[in-house]
């Protein structure tokens, strides 16, 4: 059978408002235009399935009108849903606030997507192949982080983990991340989050320090594409894509979504980076949080937009 992605995430729904400037403490803004839509794990989730790749979605959902919009929103993107709703409990939702430029700021209100326990877990079949996306967000919640740093270690050792710790990364407990990473293949951060989890500014050197020791990782570097630390290997630097963003919201999540695709397609690590580079760049330039390319778009502006061979690798 083909791999799938299996995503333990957390898909919330999204409010999403554009405004000139973020409000001063105390204060207020108009915004200029707003949505709703749903975002987290699903960006991942449906950036994959864009890309004709299988994918499950093995975390919480909520039992009221979020919880419905949720479902829906899977079913339509083709996206399997392992556990049943929680009952009694709505999924949660975020304000994101999205200034000129792209950049987004978020507030989120948990909901049903914070209660997956242990029990519900157990019963995720991972098939040897598979790949596994583990979400910072999931461990800073009280139940989901014990619950899935207690079962990864289920995983079969052939499933890829890929683990994207998030803007949380410096809130996490130690001891949660230190049991994720003990088991993730790949730690994909993009670059303010590079700095928090190694302490150091210099992408290179963060990209040489994050995630599992022999692990790889990725660093995101938005407008100047990424870094690739190859297992056993060195760092790869990739370039991006240009394009005018109006919204990075989901931009990440898109990468790695892509980036997951492109390892259940059997594309080494370098490969699968530079279509999620080029799938980032699409997804900027669109308004929304799920914006990513279909697989016959991607290829197109792939074939029109050819990156440039990477440079030598820098040994770390």
């Given at each position: 059978m083909a791999p799938r992605v299996v995503s333990?995430?957390?898909?919330?729904?999204?409010?999403?408002?554009?405004?000139?400037?973020?409000?001063?403490?105390?204060?207020?803004?108009?915004?200029?235009?707003?949505?709703?839509?749903?975002?987290?794990?699903?960006?991942?989730?449906s950036a994959v399935r864009r890309q004709g790749v299988a994918a499950a979605y093995a975390g919480a959902h909520g039992t009221g009108p979020f919880g419905d919009r949720v479902r829906a929103a899977l079913a339509e993107e083709d996206v399997a849903v392992l556990l049943?709703?929680?009952?009694?409990?709505?999924?949660?939702?975020?304000?994101?606030?999205?200034?000129?430029?792209?950049?987004r700021s978020f507030v989120t209100?948990?909901?049903?997507?914070?209660?997956?326990?242990?029990?519900?877990?157990?019963?995720?079949?991972?098939?040897?192949?598979?790949?596994?996306?583990v979400s910072g967000y999931g461990l800073a919640h009280a139940v989901n982080g014990p619950a899935i740093a207690s079962w990864l270690p289920s995983v079969p050792a052939s499933a890829v983990v890929v683990f994207?710790?998030?803007?949380?990364?410096?809130?996490?407990?130690?001891?949660?991340?230190?049991?994720?990473?003990?088991?993730?293949?790949?730690?994909?951060?993009?670059?303010?989050?590079?700095?928090?989890?190694?302490?150091?500014?210099?992408?290179?050197?963060?990209?040489?320090?994050?995630?599992?020791?022999?692990g790889g990782a990725i660093v995101r570097l938005g407008a100047r594409g990424c870094l690739v630390r190859v297992p056993g290997g060195g760092i790869v630097r990739l370039h991006a894509f240009p394009v005018e963003a109006v919204d990075t919201n989901g931009a990440g999540d898109v990468h790695v979504g892509v980036f997951l695709a492109g390892l259940?397609?059997?594309?080494?690590?370098?490969?699968?980076?530079?279509?999620?580079?080029?799938?980032?760049?699409?997804?900027?330039?669109?308004?929304?949080?799920?914006?990513?390319?279909?697989?016959?778009?991607?290829?197109?502006?792939?074939?029109?937009?050819?990156?440039?061979p990477p440079p030598p690798s820098v040994e770390v």
């Open positions: 333990v995430g957390n898909v919330v729904v999204d409010l999403v408002a554009e405004v000139p400037a973020l409000p001063e403490r105390g204060g207020d803004v108009l915004a200029t235009r707003g949505a709703l839509a749903i975002g987290g794990a699903f960006t991942v989730l049943p709703a929680v009952p009694d409990v709505d999924t949660g939702w975020d304000v994101a606030l999205v200034e000129p430029g792209g950049e209100l948990p909901g049903a997507e914070a209660r997956l326990g242990r029990g519900a877990l157990a019963s995720v079949a991972v098939a040897p192949g598979d790949l596994v996306h994207d710790p998030g803007p949380l990364v410096a809130s996490l407990d130690a001891r949660l991340l230190a049991a994720v990473r003990a088991r993730a293949d790949w730690e994909s951060v993009n670059e303010r989050e590079a700095r928090l989890a190694t302490g150091t500014a210099d992408p290179f050197e963060a990209a040489a320090r994050v995630g599992r020791s022999g259940a397609e059997g594309l080494d690590a370098p490969a699968a980076a530079v279509r999620a580079n080029a799938a980032a760049a699409l997804a900027v330039a669109r308004r929304g949080p799920a914006t990513a390319p279909a697989r016959a778009e991607l290829a197109a502006f792939l074939a029109a937009h050819p990156a440039p």
